[in-house]
Every structure is written in C-alpha cells, then in structure tokens.
C-alpha cells in the first residue's frame, strides 16, 4: 500500500465555520506533513511531524492547528478561515529521510 | 534562505522532441527528489537522489544529481503527450525535513 488518502477531496466552508481534513498512511512512515499549494505555486510547507510529534511549524496562523492521533493519521483542523485561505491542501509521508508520498488533497474554499 | 530554482519555468515542445530541466542551489542537500503534478491532484514522487554524481534512469526518464549535491537535472527523451504536466524539484538539508520546493516546470508536449 503506497497510498496517503486524504478527506474530504472537497471543503466549501464559511469563515465562523469549524471543519477538520484528515490524512491516512499505512506505510510505516514516521514523518507526515501538511502542504498549503495556491494556484501555480508549488507547496508550501505548513506543518511537519516526526515520531507523532510537531518537529516544524512554519509561522503557520492559529486558526490552522494540527493533530496526530497516532502514526498513521494526521488531522489539520480549521477554524476562523479567510477567503485567502482557499487552496489545495496536501498531507505527505515519508521515511525518516527519502521523497515524500502525496495525498490527492483537499480542495478547500473559504466563502 | 536555501532557494531551489528551477529552469525554464515553462516549455512547450513537440512530440518525439528531448529536453532538459535543471534545478539549482546554493546550498548543499543531503537528498533532492522529482515529482511531477497534474491539476488538482498531488505530487507524484518519481525519484530520490542522494549521492553526488548519481544517476537515475526512469523508462525515457534521467535523473541526474550534481557532484557538489547543490543541482540537479532530469532529462526526457523522446517526449510524449503524457509527459504534459508540472515537474517539481525538491530537497532538503541533512537531517532535516524541512523540504523546499523549486517553482516548477510547466511542460506541455504536443502530439
């Protein structure tokens, strides 16, 4: 299984709104990550974890605050959004070292 | 600031044509990865190089890592329609998973 699955594909949500997206891995990997990527942009590193604990956070605003239960899963959750917060948010996984396994993301959009 | 810059930025070729991208730093990483990105979807990993000097071969694909591990090149032989799409560069420093991203390649190859 060489999948990271990621739901929902999409989010339309308000800006009082409360929602969480969720990644799932099975591979053993013991590093996840949460990307931002806007249109034509490559991704942005958000959020890494290593071990199930938050080894980088990238200046990331508060209203974006991530989990991980456990190693196999990586919640992020929203709330608060700004319109400007729409994109496409991507979860990875890897190895300790080595390339990195994408989901198909969330196509998020804040109205 | 470690910066991946990739070159060019977009190429528009016809079937059969070869061509290279390049993606080059001034710092030194400990591993650079390929991706290639269709719309909406997630990066796909399509290698990992962390020797000096290392070369990759992926069907019509070639993977190349500097000597100095500071750039990288991937060539494409014989390109096909389904070649079309963004090729990211990315790496990332020892020890470390803070991965950064060059802007990318947009390619786009006709039939």
């Known amino acids: 299984d060489t999948e990271v699955t990621q739901t929902p594909k999409h989010l339309v949500m308000g800006m009082t709104n409360k929602k969480s997206l969720k990644c799932e891995q099975h591979m053993g990997h013991r590093a996840m990550y949460w990307y931002k990527q806007k249109a034509k942009k490559p991704p942005e590193l958000m959020f890494v974890y290593s071990y199930e604990k938050l080894s980088i956070n990238e200046s990331v605003p508060s209203r974006f605050s991530p989990e991980c239960p456990n190693s196999s899963l990586l919640n992020l959750h929203l709330h608060a959004l700004q319109p400007e917060d729409s994109a496409l948010y991507l979860c990875?996984?890897?190895?300790?070292?080595?390339?990195?396994?994408f989901g198909q993301g969330t196509r998020l959009t804040v109205v | 600031t470690q910066l991946l810059e990739q070159s060019p930025q977009f190429l528009s070729i016809q079937e059969g044509e070869n061509l290279t991208v390049y993606c080059n730093s001034s710092s030194v990483f400990s591993s650079l990865q390929w991706y290639r990105q269709e719309p909406g979807e997630g990066p796909v990993l399509l290698v990992t190089?962390?020797?000096?000097?290392e070369v990759k071969k992926l069907k019509r694909l070639t993977f190349q890592f500097g000597d100095a591990r500071k750039d990288s090149s991937l060539h494409i032989t014989a390109a096909q329609p389904g070649d079309t799409g963004l090729y990211l560069c990315?790496?990332?420093?020892?020890?470390?998973?803070?991965?950064?991203f060059g802007a990318g390649t947009r390619l786009f190859v006709k039939a």
């Open positions: 190089v962390v020797t000096g000097g």
């Open positions: 990875a996984s890897s190895q300790v070292s080595g390339g990195a396994f």
């Open positions: 990315a790496g990332a420093r020892t020890g470390g998973f803070k991965t950064i």
